[in-house]
């Protein structure tokens, strides 16, 4: 089965500063879903990756989607309070398949202000 | 346009109870996921549903636990006779279309067994 691994598993990060999470998969990724999550709430959409070399804005977060598709990193310019939370990565199944996205173990992230 | 409903939002319930948990997709989605998230274990997935069938259920317990997504109504994940191992949030998501569409969640429960 295809499995995701996040790093790093938390991160402090300086209101202002940029930071990088990595999301490494096992297998071939056949589409990339990067999501976060607040404190006891449910997962919001944030970016969908499916080529390789993709990459995608939203604000001040850009994705990216490795040419081999085995790897992403979403990057956060310039670092606020609301970006605070746990940042998932999911990725489709390789090959496709029924059960939906599998999910890394998230990364928590907490802005220092 | 309403977003994807669990309910409730906490859940209390002694060893040996019975769990209910709703979750009521967005408007014209036929396409359910429920998944477990435990602190140390991330987001687990457990069952993917479209209405009135059962397509993957290979994450989920093959006792206790069960799941339908009836014509009308909510989707319900059960749990019978639920275990302190069964504390954890249970999330519920849903798409539109195709398995592989962007899914919506929920807010969750979170199930406390006592």
């Known amino acids: 089965s295809q499995e995701l691994e996040q790093s790093p598993q938390s991160l402090i990060v300086q209101e202002g500063k940029n930071l990088t999470i990595n999301c490494t998969s096992s297998k071939t990724l056949y589409g990339l879903y990067w999501y976060k999550q607040k404190y006891g709430e449910g997962l919001i959409f944030l970016m969908m990756?499916?080529?390789?070399?993709e990459e995608k804005s939203h604000e001040k977060i850009t994705a990216k989607l490795d040419e081999k598709k085995q790897q992403s990193s979403l990057h956060i310019t310039a670092s606020q309070p609301s970006h605070a939370g746990i940042y998932l990565c999911?990725?489709?199944?390789?090959?496709?398949?029924?059960?939906?996205?599998?999910f890394g173990k998230g990364t928590h992230l907490i802005i220092q202000p | 346009n309403a977003g994807v409903m669990q309910n409730p939002r906490h859940l209390v319930r002694r060893r040996g109870q019975e769990a209910r948990l709703r979750c009521s997709p967005m408007?014209?989605?036929?396409?359910v996921y429920w998944y477990r998230q435990l602190p140390e274990e991330g987001l687990k997935f457990m069952v993917y549903l479209q209405k009135e069938n059962i397509i993957d259920e290979s994450g989920m317990p093959k006792e206790r636990f069960s799941a339908e997504f009836p014509k009308e109504g909510p989707s319900i994940l059960r749990i019978q006779q639920v275990v302190r191992g069964d504390s954890a949030a249970y999330f519920c998501a849903s798409a539109p279309r195709a398995p592989h569409e962007k899914l919506f969640f929920g807010s969750g429960t979170q199930l406390s067994v006592l």
């Open positions: 999911g990725a489709v199944a390789s090959g496709g398949g029924a059960d939906g996205l599998t």
């Open positions: 990756l499916q080529k390789g070399g």
């Open positions: 408007k014209g989605h036929s396409h």
